[in-house]
């Protein structure tokens, strides 16, 4: 099966500019996450999705950035103005079900940002 | 909130040396999951575990599940250089249902020298 694609790969941007971030899920998987990942920790949540509902946006700074995934398939992540902080890399992952805390993710390569 | 902890933070080993990474949680967890991270790529789950005092064994790895479902270890035997990457353990948090997320510890970064 095709893992969960990411586009694009790289990206580097002065702060103030705006960015979008591009996923598409594993084909049939009901839930969606986006996470940051700062050099050196771990993944953290964002956004997560079942279908095209948020169930967590709870860490997702609304001021600057949002997210979509409209007919609940693939989606996007905008961050606009984007600060110094924001240079990290953003994982997509994508799970079969929704709903249960079990569920194994499956990343994407992630799109590294660099925020000059 | 929930808050994931492992040690060490970075591990160096010859190869052939065993490794021994550690996750503790803030709170009772329902499972935890292992992922790895190569550098530069992506993590990838490894396992579950469930039950309290559970151990799976995958080849040279090995894990296990507090009694407590409190904390968790992932062991690996005669450790190789394909074994180089970040072992990330991860919980979910939540009131159940739909609404859950997963919590990732900072990871352990094991690096092997030939």
């Known amino acids: 099966e095709a893992g969960v694609a990411q586009s694009p790969r790289y990206k580097i941007i002065e702060k103030r500019q705006s960015v979008a971030f591009w996923c598409n899920p594993i084909?049939?998987?009901?839930?969606l996450y986006w996470y940051q990942q700062i050099l050196g920790q771990g993944p953290k949540l964002l956004i997560q999705?079942?279908?095209?509902?948020?169930?967590?946006d709870s860490q997702l700074p609304k001021d600057r950035f949002s997210a979509e995934r409209l007919k609940g398939v693939d989606s996007t992540l905008k961050i606009q103005p984007a600060k110094l902080e924001d240079s990290a890399v953003y994982l997509c992952?994508?799970?079969?079900?929704?709903?249960?805390?079990?569920?194994?993710?499956?990343f994407g390569d992630g799109t590294r940002l660099s925020i000059l | 909130g929930q808050q994931v902890m492992q040690i060490p933070q970075y591990q160096h080993v010859q190869e052939g040396e065993d490794f021994t990474t550690y996750c503790n949680s803030s709170?009772?967890?329902?499972?935890i999951q292992w992922y790895k991270q190569r550098p530069g790529g992506h993590p990838v789950f490894l396992i579950q575990?469930?039950?309290?005092?559970e151990v799976k064994k995958q080849k040279r790895l090995t894990f296990q599940f507090g009694e407590a479902k409190k904390n968790s270890s992932l062991h690996i035997t005669a450790t190789q250089t394909t074994d180089v990457g970040t072992y990330f353990c991860?919980?979910?948090?939540?009131?159940?249902?739909?609404?859950?997320?997963?919590?990732f510890g900072k990871g352990t970064l094991l690096t092997v020298n030939p």
């Open positions: 991860a919980g979910p948090s939540g009131s159940g249902g739909s609404n859950y997320k997963l919590t």
């Open positions: 999705f079942q279908n095209n509902g948020v169930v967590d």
């Open positions: 709170t009772t967890l329902s499972n």
């Open positions: 084909s049939g998987h009901a839930t």
């Open positions: 575990l469930v039950k309290s005092g």
């Open positions: 992952a994508s799970s079969l079900l929704a709903g249960y805390s079990n569920q194994p993710q499956h």
